[in-house]
């Protein structure tokens, strides 16, 4: 029976992996993407390149350092599809770590709970495209999430050893502090995630009556990194610019439109994937008889992390900006939470079953959880976009537009609209013409292949926060 059931946990698991890596192959260059070459091309030396970011767009350093190493080759767009298959691999692999390490029997391959953590956001991610196939959007959110699974995983280690009065080694709390940092200037939301993370554990050992310098300092030096990201030259211009888009508001609409936001954001096929996710995860441990390594952390403290980092982040843009926030970074606060979402699961302190029992209701969880590819998400999009061959035809699009480009003498390009897009990995196309809201993408796009004017012939339009 367990040989059985191992089987069919591998094949999911090789499905799942397949499943997202397969449209790594067919992603194309979009929007933000051709900014780096741009202003690379624009700067004198390296550090005024980063220097610009700094100042005119966002605090995000090592988010700007990364971009433009990528993406600043004249043909970038060749190792595009390698670096968004590097990051997808890195995001599966640093997932299916922090799992092993969760959990107390790491004999058992934790392959099947990471695929299965995976299909939750596949299924529920509110834009697909920018989490996992959209290069810029990748290292900025992907990476941050990568980054604040690993600091979660340290944080805990480090948790530990002082509940049972262990030495923490300098060179875990450096990693830790590293992570922390590093999630911070990759992307600003991560502080949040990072300063619940670390007010769970101070609670935890005032309570104690173990409370540890270590952790003071490190949130003092969290708040001077989160200060140097979001009070830069640069994300001061960006938010008048979307405050400047948004008609301003009383605190008691937008308090309104805050708890709209609450109620849009809970959807039935969240509720029943969430639902059938944490059946799948506790008849796993049941299964396997396995357990958590952190279970001095309660799991009503791990649905306060949830919410307050579900919670802060849109009442903090609201308040701030004076809208919702993009799809593009709830993505990131959803993928944190949803990591939450299994330590929760694992954490539950359940009485055994005997396998007998388990084994048919185990089934019959991962034909449900699975099965929802089949209603209307993000899992049925992606699968009949390969289904029905749209990424390809979507990649020869693009070569097409390519080699127009390469062989076109004239200054002044008019491409074809994109047809049949595959919405699971396309974001958003290039304007028609200079009157529209993004054309600054077309004059980018346009230098980039040594143009003077990049049009679009007609109305394909899809806009950027669906």
């Not at 995001?91 to 107390?104: E, G, H, R």
């Not at 799948?280 to 952190?294: A, Q």
């Not at 994109?418 to 993408?441: A, R």
Request: aromatic share 20%; hydrophobic share 50%.
């Amino acid at each position: 029976m367990f040989q059985r059931i191992r089987k069919v946990e591998l094949g999911i698991s090789l499905a799942v992996l397949i499943l997202i890596i397969i449209p790594a192959c067919y992603v194309q260059p979009q929007l933000d993407d051709y900014s780096w070459p741009y202003v690379f091309k624009h700067s004198n030396t390296f550090f005024e390149n980063q220097q610009l970011w700094y100042t005119k767009v966002n605090g995000r350093i090592l988010a700007s350092f990364i971009s433009t190493l990528l993406m600043s080759g004249y043909k970038y767009y060749f190792i595009y599809s390698i670096s968004v298959f590097t990051i997808l691999v890195l995001f599966y692999t640093c997932i299916n770590y922090v799992l092993t390490k969760i959990l107390n029997k790491g004999a058992v391959s934790t392959s099947f709970i990471t695929s299965t953590l995976i299909f939750f956001m596949l299924l529920n991610l509110p834009q697909l495209s920018t989490f996992f196939y959209w290069l810029t959007g990748s290292i900025v959110y992907l990476i941050s999430f990568i980054l604040c699974s690993l600091f979660l995983l340290f944080g805990l280690n480090i948790f530990k050893k002082i509940i049972l009065e262990k030495d923490v080694s300098l060179k875990c709390f450096f990693v830790y502090m590293l992570l922390g940092i590093s999630a911070i200037l990759f992307y600003e939301l991560s502080f949040i995630f990072i300063f619940s993370i670390w007010g769970l554990f101070s609670l935890f050992l005032i309570r104690r009556g173990k409370i540890n310098k270590l952790f003071f300092l490190s949130i003092f030096i969290f708040f001077i990194f989160f200060i140097l990201n979001i009070y830069a030259p640069g994300s001061f211009i960006k938010t008048i610019e979307y405050s400047n888009m948004e008609s301003k508001r009383n605190f008691y609409s937008l308090l309104l439109q805050f708890f709209s936001v609450i109620n849009n954001s809970i959807n039935l096929t969240q509720i029943l994937s969430l639902i059938l996710m944490g059946l799948l995860v506790i008849l796993y441990k049941l299964n396997y008889n396995l357990g958590s390594n952190f279970l001095a952390i309660k799991s009503s403290f791990i649905l306060i992390l949830i919410l307050f980092n579900f919670i802060v982040p849109h009442f903090l843009y609201l308040i701030k900006i004076g809208t919702v926030i993009p799809d593009r970074a709830q993505n990131f606060i959803f993928a944190i939470n949803s990591l939450l979402y299994i330590l929760f699961f694992l954490n539950l302190n359940l009485p055994k079953i005997k396998i007998r029992y388990i084994s048919p209701v185990y089934y019959a969880t991962i034909l449900a959880f699975f099965g929802m590819c089949f209603l209307p998400n993000n899992a049925r999009v992606l699968l009949g976009d390969i289904k029905h061959d749209r990424l390809n035809l979507y990649a020869q699009q693009f070569k097409k537009r390519y080699i127009k480009l390469k062989n076109e003498k004239n200054s002044n390009v008019t491409l074809d609209q994109l047809k049949n897009v595959p919405e699971s990995i396309f974001y958003y196309d290039l304007e028609i013409d200079s009157t529209g809201i993004n054309y600054f993408y077309n004059e980018q796009f346009a230098d980039f292949y040594s143009k003077a004017k990049i049009n679009r012939s007609s109305v394909n339009r899809f806009p950027i926060n669906k």
